[in-house]
């Protein structure tokens, strides 16, 4: 194990302090486990709240701040945070215009944020909740019932976060969040597994020169276990594979080329070269595109392509300010 | 090899394509291999050039717009650029009031900007040049004679090019990088080798459970090899290299906790964790802390600390709005 790490029990404590000293604007709770705007509760505004295991950075702590989530609640690395900590991320920014809870498909995250509203119902605070299922890989995966929450959900946060700060009511935010999932699809590649700090020994076996098509973030088996292509054949089997399930031609979309956390900046670049001759040759247009580590897994090499078809209003809303340590502009 | 690539001489070609498609903000050129802010010239501004082998991502090409650089050669994966590039890159930014060439002090570019600056002072281009040799790691090393430049780089490149976005002249835009690379030092630790492309094997060996202490941004030895540490071991004997060399007690300080290209996330916040403490514990304070892979050597992982230490001006330098692809804030 090459980790930068002090011990593995330690990690997101760790972490969640490296996190506190960097970033002044966010309010880092050691005990709760929660992480939130250090201007929260936000008088009147819907609150944002997402969450789910760690080794995702810098979803979803990282996206904490002005225009995007209230709150994040990180559990351990790739494992579900608990109720009372989603609970305690709630109720620290949640007031009479609700919640939206972002929730990634997989069946710890469900339950316990399902738990975690129940009891924020308990305290009078209203919660709606918003499944993302964009990952078109599999159909049911490890730790997944229904297809897996990946890079949507970065669009969704931001997009929903955007009209919250506009003033929008819980259901037109929670409404967007789900139109977002509902026009996005994504696709990831591995080039190397990972290795979860408890566990020391990497979450699959993946011979030099083989890659996994269409795998998890938690490294979860894809569809096909393949020998290693080119960016270009990477690219062209994910967006091949997100195209036969949601059309592309003549679509505007706003595209995340996503490194998973091994894979330099250089390699992500590549990719990006790839998906713009892909979407040329095939009639579709990235109005918007983000290049980088934004959804990771850990320490693992490869790429995933997500896309959003956009429409006028999730492109204003997209193109919003925002001020969270990962994503900043316009402001 | 684990790469996202297409094929090893068109690495750079294919991820200038990359960038031109996901930044509508920078003018790529791929014949002259430059990145160019799309409203260069800016007339009456002091224009800033930086560039060096690729590889280092998003160094220099991320950190091309509004208040940083003016335009970025890069060259061949940890090559020099050409005397022509940066010429070609130098003219397409150079106005009346002058261009300051950035350089990192590696044998190659330091001749190579020399030869582009006096082609420039040909054309009556005037051009200031500043070394950056800010790693203490060693003096001299595979590509260097004197100490190498590497994290403090980035302060350069965001302080003066916030200096010359306030319409400074020339003298004072290079005087205030010189000034940032006096008070700036750096130290990195790698955990595993990198591979260039073209090469196919690791630039160094490293075994499982070693690390080098003091390593350069292209896998150059550094002072030691030893038992691979915890985070807080890497960090303490970085902090303690950078302070024996320019005491810290007492200093504020701007603080780069860099990650080098492989390392998620998630551990360069454990290793800034251990950066807060390091100082505290030292009577030292970091007033500001960026935290993420800025300066990276392909997939090397392991981390770097860089920190600058900060007077009221260049605070309020590095505070100034920017937006370029890879550093934003405050516009």
Chains 1, 2 share one sequence.
């Not at 996190?19 to 009147?44: F, I, K, Q, W």
């Not at 002005?66 to 351990?76: I, K, Q, T, W, Y």
């Not at 706003?254 to 330099?264: A, S």
Request: hydrophobic share 45%; net charge negative; glycine share 12%.
């Amino acid at each position: 194990m090459r980790k930068l790490i002090n011990a593995p029990s330690d990690v997101v404590a760790d972490a969640l302090r490296g996190l506190a000293a960097a970033h002044p604007s966010l309010r880092v709770d050691p005990e709760a486990r929660t992480v939130v705007r250090a201007d929260a509760p936000v008088t009147g505004k819907v609150a944002l709240v997402s969450g789910g295991g760690s080794g995702h950075e810098p979803l979803h702590a990282g996206f904490v701040g002005f225009g995007m989530l209230d709150a994040a609640a990180p559990g351990e690395v790739f494992t579900s945070p608990t109720p009372d900590q989603i609970l305690a991320a709630t109720l620290a920014v949640g007031g009479e215009a609700g919640v939206v809870h972002l929730v990634k498909n997989y069946t710890g995250d469900t339950l316990n944020f399902k738990m975690a509203a129940e009891l924020a119902d308990d305290e009078d605070v209203r919660v709606e909740r918003v499944l993302l299922d964009d990952d078109v890989a599999v159909v049911d995966s490890t730790y997944t019932a229904g297809r897996r929450g990946t890079g949507a959900t970065l669009f969704a946060e931001k997009i929903a976060g955007a009209l919250a700060e506009e003033g929008a009511p819980l259901e037109a935010v929670a409404g967007v969040a789900r139109e977002v999932n509902e026009r996005s699809r994504s696709f990831g590649v591995a080039l190397s597994p990972c290795t979860v700090p408890a566990a020391g020994r990497p979450t699959f076996e993946l011979a030099d020169g083989e890659m996994e098509l269409g795998v998890g973030i938690h490294g979860e088996p894809g569809r096909e276990r393949v020998k290693a292509g080119t960016a270009r054949e990477i690219v062209d089997a994910s967006l091949a594979a997100i195209d036969a399930d949601m059309p592309l031609a003549g679509q505007e979309l706003i595209v995340l080329v996503n490194g998973m956390g091994g894979t330099p900046l250089i390699e992500q670049y590549i990719a990006a070269g790839a998906v713009s001759d892909w979407l040329a040759g095939h009639g579709a247009t990235a109005v918007r595109t983000l290049v980088g580590p934004y959804v990771t897994s850990l320490e693992m090499a490869g790429c995933m392509v997500s896309v959003c078809r956009a429409t006028p209003d999730l492109l204003r809303l997209w193109d919003a300010p925002v001020e969270t340590p990962a994503l900043r502009w316009g402001r």
